[in-house]
């Protein structure tokens, strides 16, 4: 079946503050209209039943990040199409997701009858996850979510709340330092022109309607460990890892020609300690 792809309004660039209702309208939004587009330009290479950590190409299954799987009750939180989750599946473990975008899950239910392996997902948000307190072992997000949620607080809180105790929690999310540059793959993006410790948010506005398209948010390597430690969680994994030799996928910013200098994804790893698992926020 021909791919849809979804018109891209133009859109201006600017550094604002966007609040968590603006960040997952406008982000629900524009995955709905991007989906087809990612799907049909990354598909091949995030594999239906294949789980990778970032555009590097690093594998779950060479990492090791959340540890054994079989017989594991595993959420993704924003899993998009369900590619990593089923890749759990097949190797034992009970994964389920959630996603903010209705076109990605649509996605997700296609994927599932071509393989036959069927990740049971929902619509949600990481800030309300619609589960019962200790319903996993394993809570991930590969790329699908934390980076585009204003109160992060309440997302990783979230997270510790559904965790078991000693549960596992990781994900990965662009390296904090790639924002000091622009989003340019090439030579030319690889000047740094913003403060690294600048938080405030990446937003694009609709250059016809005015209103908020997409939204970005930067937390420093030190915000992100505070976050975990304030949600009870124990650090245990920080990935940087290296683009391959060879490697010649152009995603966004990311690239080869980056990629040898400057690190582009961050993968956190964390276990929730004994006891100190978060209850709901209100």
Not at 92 to 114: K, P
Not at 121 to 141: E, I, K, N, Q
Not at 172 to 182: C, E, G, V, Y
Not at 262 to 282: E, H, N, Q, W, Y
Request: negative net charge; contains cysteine; aromatic residues 10%.
């Amino acid at each position: 079946m021909e791919q849809q792809h979804w018109p891209h309004p133009p859109v201006t660039a600017h550094r604002r503050e966007a609040t968590e209702d603006e960040s997952r309208h406008a982000n629900g939004l524009d995955w709905d209209r991007y989906a087809d587009e990612y799907q049909a330009t990354h598909g091949d290479f995030l594999g239906d039943v294949g789980f990778v950590w970032g555009p590097e190409g690093l594998t779950e299954a060479q990492a090791g990040i959340l540890g054994p799987l079989v017989g594991k009750d595993v959420l993704e939180v924003g899993s998009g199409a369900g590619q990593c989750s089923r890749w759990i599946r097949d190797q034992g473990g009970r994964a389920f997701g959630l996603d903010l975008s209705h076109r990605q899950l649509q996605h997700s239910l296609r994927i599932d009858e071509e393989t036959g392996i069927a990740v049971p997902s929902v619509r949600g948000t990481a800030t309300v996850l619609p589960f019962a307190d200790g319903s996993f072992d394993v809570v991930f997000c590969a790329f699908g979510a934390l980076q585009f949620v204003a109160d992060i607080e309440r997302a990783v809180a979230e997270a510790a709340r559904v965790l078991r105790p000693g549960g596992r929690f990781a994900f990965s999310i662009t390296h904090p330092t790639r924002w000091m540059f622009p989003d340019d793959p090439t030579e030319e993006g690889l000047t740094a022109t913003q403060p690294y410790w600048d938080r405030t948010p990446y937003v694009e506005v609709d250059d016809t309607t005015g209103a908020i398209a997409y939204v970005e948010h930067h937390r420093t390597l030190g915000d992100w460990v505070g976050i975990l430690a304030g949600a009870g969680f124990h650090l245990t994994t920080l990935l940087e890892p290296e683009w391959p030799a060879g490697h010649d996928r152009l995603w966004g910013g990311w690239s080869a020609v980056r990629g040898r200098l400057t690190p582009g994804t961050a993968i956190f790893g964390a276990d929730l300690l004994t006891g100190t698992r978060s209850g709901p926020l209100v």
